[in-house]
């Protein structure tokens, strides 16, 4: 794997997971203790690829920040910014002038997958593809790029986000470029892999394959994906190197929980969390400095940093964001979010919720 370089595109807003994306991107939100990316590069290093290149423009300087050359992970890291994010077609081919392999493997920065990379590149070299693409079967593939296969493993047709799909197969985030390919890819302007790169090769003929993963796979960029994603990989479902010790819980460095609470379902208390007496966690992820306070119930959500969810607060399936601070008694479900509006002339921040 050595003559094979990484390409992560990480340039999204990451608009699903507002309010939470407003201060991080969506790679760098916090999973299992660490910002998502660092399971994804950990991966990556962990099947021989030195060489990896971050593809960013939203909030750009964050992920240097944080990763630095990358050789805490093992890799070796480039970031090359969009000034104007130019897509995921675009954003490949922008990363072009820093790659010197043949093949290339491009992940979208928030899906985890546990696919045998090196297998997917004997996959790509064997049939010595343009582009190969790494499929997952799902029991509902609308919400998804679904993608047709032949007996043979070429894929015949490419359908975005279809409503009546011919096949459970979906693009799970993952491919295998010919380098030619990424060259001929436009530049300037926007262009989307899924819309615009991948059905153009097949209407011209290129040798498009297919590569079935039957490990795990999540896209986290939704909020119920995130906080199940994130309990997976707590929890050691999901494969992550960067997780030390799977567990029901994660409690990081100087997080309370008192011993009449309930921390569980793969959920984390971030750094100087607190969840106080008779309160109930499960399935979620308490960013750091949160705190949920006595009997309050927090299921499958995910309670931005330094925010307070009061006393006997009930919240399932929500995303707090930041400092929100939610009174007592409430009751928040299905999908709600507390967004911060205004920040007030004494600095507090105003929130309102959209259930
Ligand atoms: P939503 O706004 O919630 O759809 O999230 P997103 O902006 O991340 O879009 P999406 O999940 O479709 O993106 C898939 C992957 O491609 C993510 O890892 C994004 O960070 C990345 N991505 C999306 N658009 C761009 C872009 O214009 N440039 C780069 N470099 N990466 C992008």
Same mark, same amino acid.
């Given at each position: 794997?050595?003559?094979?370089?990484?390409?992560?595109?990480?340039?999204g807003?990451?608009?699903?997971?507002?309010?939470?994306?407003?201060?991080?991107p969506?790679?760098?939100?916090?999973?299992?203790?660490?910002?998502?990316?660092?399971?994804?590069?950990?991966?990556?290093?962990?099947?021989?690829?030195?060489?990896?290149?971050?593809?960013?423009?939203?909030?750009?300087?964050?992920?240097?920040?944080?990763?630095?050359?990358?050789?805490?992970?093992?890799?070796?890291?480039?970031?090359?910014?969009?000034?104007?994010?130019?897509?995921?077609?675009g954003?490949?081919?922008?990363?072009?002038?820093?790659?010197g392999?043949?093949?290339?493997?491009?992940?979208?920065?928030?899906?985890?997958?546990?696919?045998?990379?090196?297998?997917?590149?004997?996959?790509?070299?064997?049939?010595?593809?343009?582009?190969?693409?790494?499929?997952?079967?799902?029991?509902?593939?609308?919400?998804?790029?679904?993608?047709?296969?032949?007996?043979a493993?070429?894929?015949?047709?490419?359908?975005?986000?279809?409503?009546?799909?011919?096949?459970?197969?979906?693009?799970?985030?993952?491919?295998?470029?010919?380098?030619?390919?990424?060259?001929?890819?436009?530049?300037?302007?926007?262009?989307?892999?899924?819309?615009?790169?991948?059905?153009?090769?097949?209407?011209?003929?290129?040798?498009?394959?297919?590569?079935?993963?039957?490990?795990?796979?999540?896209?986290?960029?939704?909020?119920a994906?995130? #906080?199940?994603?994130? &309990?997976?990989? !707590? +929890?050691?479902?999901?494969?992550?190197? $960067? %997780?030390?010790? /799977? =567990?029901?819980? @994660?409690?990081?460095?100087?997080?309370?929980?008192?011993?009449?609470?309930?921390?569980?379902?793969?959920?984390?208390?971030?750094?100087?969390?607190?969840?106080?007496?008779?309160?109930?966690?499960?399935?979620?992820?308490?960013?750091?400095?949160?705190? #949920?306070?006595?009997? &309050?119930?927090? !299921? +499958?959500?995910?309670?931005?940093?330094? $925010? %307070?969810?009061g /006393? =006997?607060?009930? @919240?399932?399936?929500?995303?707090?964001?930041?400092?929100?601070?939610?009174?007592?008694?409430?009751?928040?479900?299905?999908?709600?979010?507390?967004?911060?509006?205004?920040?007030?002339?004494?600095?507090?921040?105003?929130?309102?919720?959209?259930?």
């Amino acid at each position: 794997m050595a003559d094979v370089e990484a390409v992560i595109l990480v340039g999204g807003l990451g608009t699903r997971l507002r309010p939470l994306t407003l201060s991080a991107p969506k790679p760098m939100l916090p999973t299992a203790g660490v910002p998502f990316l660092t399971h994804l590069i950990a991966r990556i290093a962990a099947a021989g690829i030195e060489h990896v290149v971050l593809g960013t423009s939203y909030r750009a300087e964050v992920f240097e920040q944080h990763f630095g050359d990358g050789s805490a992970l093992g890799a070796r890291l480039d970031y090359i910014v969009e000034a104007e994010a130019l897509g995921t077609g675009g954003g490949i081919r922008n990363v072009a002038p820093v790659l010197g392999a043949d093949t290339i493997l491009v992940f979208n920065g928030d899906n985890l997958i546990g696919v045998d990379l090196l297998a997917m590149v004997e996959t790509h070299r064997r049939a010595q593809a343009d582009v190969t693409l790494c499929l997952q079967r799902v029991p509902d593939p609308r919400a998804f790029g679904c993608v047709s296969t032949d007996e043979a493993g070429r894929v015949t047709a490419f359908l975005e986000k279809d409503p009546n799909p011919v096949t459970d197969q979906i693009n799970a985030g993952l491919y295998a470029f010919r380098r030619e390919v990424i060259d001929s890819i436009p530049t300037g302007r926007p262009v989307s892999v899924e819309r615009e790169t991948f059905p153009g090769l097949l209407a011209a003929g290129a040798t498009v394959v297919g590569h079935l993963n039957t490990g795990y796979w999540r896209d986290f960029g939704t909020p119920a994906d995130f #906080v199940t994603g994130s &309990a997976d990989l !707590v +929890r050691g479902i999901a494969p992550s190197p $960067a %997780v030390a010790v /799977p =567990g029901e819980q @994660l409690l990081l460095a100087g997080a309370r929980v008192a011993p009449s609470a309930d921390v569980r379902g793969g959920s984390t208390v971030g750094r100087g969390a607190v969840v106080e007496a008779g309160a109930l966690v499960d399935g979620s992820v308490l960013f750091d400095g949160a705190r #949920v306070a006595e009997g &309050a119930v927090v !299921v +499958r959500s995910a309670v931005g940093a330094d $925010a %307070v969810v009061g /006393p =006997g607060t009930v @919240l399932e399936d929500v995303v707090v964001g930041d400092r929100a601070r939610l009174g007592a008694r409430l009751e928040l479900r299905g999908g709600a979010r507390v967004w911060p509006d205004v920040t007030l002339p004494d600095g507090s921040i105003r929130f309102s919720t959209d259930a």
